[in-house]
C-alpha cells in the first residue's frame, strides 16, 4: 500500500503464516520458541560472514526489483544497502533473498535472512505475538482500489456487486471487506494466494477492480499491458506504514537497523547527501559533527566506526536521493512524496538526535 528511501535480525520458531499484499500479511503463531538461540548471535553472525542476508520481494517495482541485468534496485534494497555501507563500508555486500509473502516471516524467524526489507507494514500483531522488532517507518502508505478507465468506477459505492481481486490472508483482505461492511456494500471478492497471479487475472479482465496498498498499485500498474487504461480510486482503506524487521533477541543489531534508516533522514534534514557529504567534514557546527563523527564516538555505542553515517550518505545517499531515484518524478513511478516528506517540509519522516 502507498507503498516502493530504512534496518534488522532472527530466531527459530514454528510460525503459521498468511499472505499480504504488497505489504500487509497476517499471521498467526504458536505462544513459545526460544528466541534468543538464533537471535544473540545474529550480528557477531554478520561481522563474521562478511555480508547481510536481505529478505526482500525482488517483484514490486521502485521497492525490490530484479532488472534484466540481474541487479536488485528499489528502496527496500537501498535500505540493505546502506546497513552494509555502516557495518562493512561496502553497500554490495548484500546477498538478496526473494520471498514471497507467505514465506517471508519464516525466513526471518528461522534466521534464513537477518532483515526483512520487503514492504511489510508495522502492526501490533506483528510486533508481539509474532516476535518482530521494526525499524523506522521508510515508506508510509495506504490501501486503495485499481480499475479500468471506461468501467465507470469512480468509488467504493460503485464496486457494489463486482468482482475485485484480493491476495488471501492479507489484512488488504480483511480492510477491504471491513470497509466494505461499514458502508453495506456487497461485492465479490476472487482471491488468490500468488500475487502474480492476482494480478495477471486483473489484467486479463476477470476482476471489475483490484486492492493493495496504493504504491503496490502504481509499481504494478506500469506492468500492465496498457497502464493509462488503468486510474487508481481517491478512497484510502487503511494506513500501512512499511518498515524493515528483524527478530527480537538481538538489541545491538536492532538498533544498528534502527539508526542506519535514522542516519538517512538525519542527513537530509541537515542538507547533506552523497553529492556534497565530503564538504560537511570540516563543519563546525555541533550536530553536524556528531553526525559525521568528526566529534565523539556516537557510532562506537552501535559497535560501528564513529563515521558510520557518513559511510551510508557517501555509498547510498539520503532519504530523499533515495526516493527520488526509486519512487520520484524522474522514475515511470512518479508518486509525489506526500507524507513520506521530512517533518519540516508537512510530512510524518522525523529522526531523534544524534546525541
Not at 75 to 94: G, M
Not at 177 to 195: C, G, H, L, S, W
Not at 209 to 222: F, H, K, N, P, Y
Request: charge should be positive.
Amino acid at each position: 500500500m502507498r507503498k516502493s528511501g530504512l534496518i534488522l535480525a532472527i530466531a527459530p520458531m514454528i510460525f503459521a503464516l498468511s499472505a499480504c499484499s504488497s505489504g500487509s500479511e497476517k499471521t498467526a503463531t504458536t505462544a513459545s520458541t526460544p528466541e534468543a538461540q538464533v537471535t544473540r548471535d545474529r550480528w557477531n553472525s554478520i561481522k563474521s560472514r562478511g555480508k547481510l542476508i536481505c529478505g526482500v520481494s525482488g517483484e514490486l517495482p521502485g521497492f525490490s526489483f530484479v532488472g534484466a541485468d540481474g541487479k536488485y534496485s528499489g528502496i527496500d534494497v537501498d535500505v540493505c544497502r546502506a546497513i552494509a555501507a555502516a557495518v562493512f563500508d561496502n553497500p554490495e555486500a548484500v546477498e538478496y533473498r526473494n520471498l514471497n509473502s507467505k514465506e517471508r516471516f519464516t525466513a526471518l524467524q528461522t534466521g534464513e535472512v537477518d532483515i526483512l526489507s520487503r514492504n511489510t507494514t508495522w502492526t501490533l500483531s506483528r510486533d508481539t505475538s509474532q516476535g518482530l522488532d521494526f525499524a523506522p517507518v521508510v515508506f508510509y502508505d495506504g490501501q486503495a482500489v485499481m480499475v479500468r478507465k471506461n468501467s465507470g468506477i469512480k468509488s467504493l459505492a460503485d464496486l457494489k456487486d463486482k468482482a475485485i481481486c484480493i491476495q488471501t490472508g492479507t489484512t488488504t483482505e480483511q480492510n477491504l471487506a471491513d470497509q466494505m461492511r461499514k458502508r453495506n456494500i456487497t461485492y465479490k471478492p476472487v482471491v488468490f494466494e500468488d500475487v502474480n497471479i492476482t494480478f495477471a487475472t486483473y489484467a486479463e479482465g476477470r476482476c471489475d477492480a483490484i486492492t493493495t496498498d496504493r504504491s503496490g498499485l502504481v509499481s504494478r500498474r506500469t506492468t500492465l499491458p496498457k497502464p493509462d487504461d488503468n486510474i487508481i480510486l481517491n478512497d484510502v482503506l487503511s494506513s500501512e506504514p512499511l518498515a524493515p524487521a528483524v527478530t527480537k533477541g538481538d538489541t545491538k543489531w536492532a538498533d544498528i537497523v534502527k539508526w542506519t534508516v535514522y542516519s538517512l533522514v538525519k542527513a537530509e534534514e541537515l542538507g547533506i547527501n552523497s553529492q556534497n557529504v565530503g564538504t560537511f567534514t570540516t563543519s563546525t557546527d555541533p550536530d553536524i559533527k556528531r553526525f559525521l563523527g568528526t566529534e565523539g564516538n556516537l557510532g562506537e555505542g552501535l559497535g560501528l566506526t564513529k563515521d558510520f553515517a557518513a559511510k551510508i550518505i557517501k555509498h547510498v545517499g539520503n532519504y530523499g536521493e533515495i526516493y527520488d531515484r526509486n519512487l520520484g518524478a524522474k522514475t515511470k513511478l512518479n508518486l509525489a512524496r506526500g507524507q513520506n516528506q521530512l517533518w519540516s517540509k508537512g510530512g510524518l519522516l522525523y529522526s531523534p538526535p544524534f546525541r
